[in-house]
């Protein structure tokens, strides 16, 4: 199941290395997954409440973010699992995550160390506005 | 292709039955949209930066909800436009929108109007926290 999991000298990433580790059956019972097994993730900072980023998770990515302390996605583009900040540095801790009434999102909140976007921009929405008529009460 | 917009009296909502209008080219080809035609759309609170919901958005919906002030989804489920707040009232009038790096996920930021959540919560998350171990700098 975790074939695809780097190596690391931290106790806490072993979690993602034990090949017997499930979600927990309410949890999983409670997913509602796409036709490709995922569920959107919502990114979010902690403390500031920026939106980061969006990711996709499959059982065993929400397994190993709950369990590791360290945000892991799912890529659709690579098929493969996704521990954020590997290779970039850019590491999400996890502060929390909550499952929506409906069981098709996450929000994940996070400590974001550095940049959340590969661009470099802090969030994958930085200077990516669209123009809009905007609504507004009355 | 608005065959199931709602009549409404405001003028604001009219652009949403105009059956010519489509989106702008630069923004339907920047979309990566999944295999249903959706792509993400984030729903955040524009001046607590509250996450609210997460819904989904086909061309049409983007379109609606970026002209008409009001916030316009595609339900997955009932496979029809919900403009949010038509039979609830909880009404998000659009402040921005915005779509991330590679095209999958929108962020909507919106002022919303009583509970987002349709079982009467402020928003989709609250309340529903799953027990992760956290992580942490150091």
């Not at 920026?50 to 990515?61: F, I, N, P, R």
């Not at 493969?80 to 850019?90: I, L």
């Not at 996070?110 to 921009?121: E, I, L, N, P």
Request: charged letters at 25%; hydrophobic letters at 35%; aromatic letters at 6%.
């Amino acid at each position: 199941m975790s074939e695809q999991s780097t190596p690391s000298p931290t106790p806490a990433a072993e979690a993602a290395s034990d090949p017997a580790a499930t979600l927990p059956q309410e949890i999983s019972s409670a997913l509602k997954r796409d036709p490709a097994g995922l569920v959107a993730a919502i990114v979010q900072q902690h403390d500031t409440n920026e939106v980061l980023m969006l990711g996709w998770m499959d059982d065993e990515a929400l397994r190993r973010t709950m369990t590791t302390g360290r945000v892991t996605f799912y890529s659709r583009s690579r098929q493969e699992y996704w521990r954020k900040g590997d290779t970039s540095g850019h590491v999400q801790f996890v502060k929390s995550v909550a499952l929506d009434c409906d069981g098709d999102a996450l929000l994940v909140r996070v400590d974001q160390v550095g940049a959340a976007c590969h661009t470099g921009t802090r969030t994958c929405f930085d200077g990516r506005e669209l123009t809009v008529v905007a609504g507004n009460r009355d």
